[in-house]
């Protein structure tokens, strides 16, 4: 069974800052970053966008 991608949307002030922390610290990989307005990452079957 293939597993299926789950997506999470949420505001932040700092968009950057959250794109750092999540990529640097929770092993997150970078999707797009249309700073300061918009950023998704990925990990495994969860993207936060």
Same mark, same amino acid.
């Given at each position: 069974?293939?597993?299926?991608?789950?997506?999470?949307?949420?505001?932040?002030?700092?968009?950057? =800052? &959250?794109?750092? $922390?999540?990529?640097?610290?929770? !092993?997150?990989?970078? %999707?797009?970053? =249309? &700073?300061?307005? $918009?950023?998704?990452?990925?990990? !495994?079957?969860?993207? %936060?966008?």
């Amino acid at each position: 069974m293939d597993a299926e991608m789950v997506n999470v949307r949420y505001m932040v002030d700092d968009v950057d =800052a &959250s794109v750092s $922390f999540y990529t640097t610290h929770l !092993g997150f990989e970078l %999707l797009t970053n =249309a &700073s300061p307005a $918009f950023a998704d990452v990925a990990r !495994g079957s969860l993207r %936060l966008c």
